[in-house]
């Protein structure tokens, strides 16, 4: 499997990227909310990788810090078209968010429906880890 990044000038003039454009041609939004402590405490510069795959590649479309008030907001994302009135079961595409806090030396990872014209909001809770008898 490659991995390619929606940063990558290369990947954008691509024939992949046209092809994953032209199957995903609306767009659906994705809010992070980052918390510790039973969603008490914002979890700020928590880093987030947003991907998806695509014909057996690896599509990393966001990378990023959470701000202060552990938020990333407006994550714009790919989606296919939901064709006709039968939306029993909606087309969808299928992102993984990544979380790693280099602090605690946490990881998580969460996946996603994205659907059109709809924003997904994914609460992140961050545990750190528990302390050892010898740190006490």
């Known amino acids: 499997m490659n991995t390619y990044s929606m940063f990558d000038k290369d990947f954008l003039a ?6 994953f454009v032209s199957e995903n041609p609306e767009k659906g939004g994705l809010r ?3 918390y510790a402590a039973s969603e008490a405490i914002p979890v700020a510069g928590l880093k987030v990788e947003v991907s998806t ?6 599509i990393i479309i966001f990378d990023g810090f959470t701000n202060e008030s552990g938020v ?3 994550i714009v994302l790919a989606a296919p078209r939901n064709d006709g009135d039968d939306l029993v079961i909606p087309s969808k595409r ?4 990544k979380a ?7 990881m998580q990872i969460y996946h996603v429906n994205v659907y059109p014209g709809i ?8 545990v750190p880890p528990t302390l050892r008898q010898e740190d006490i």
Do not use: P
Not at 14 to 19: A, C, E, M, P
Not at 100 to 106: A, C, F, G, R, Y
């Open 53 to 58: 795959i695509f014909d057996d590649n690896k």
């Open 72 to 74: 990333i907001d407006k």
């Open 32 to 34: 992070i909310r980052a």
């Open 94 to 97: 299928v992102y993984e968010i």
């Open 14 to 19: 691509s024939s992949l990227y046209q092809k």
């Open 100 to 106: 790693t806090s280099s602090k605690d030396q946490v």
């Open 119 to 126: 924003c997904i909001v994914q609460t992140i809770h961050i």
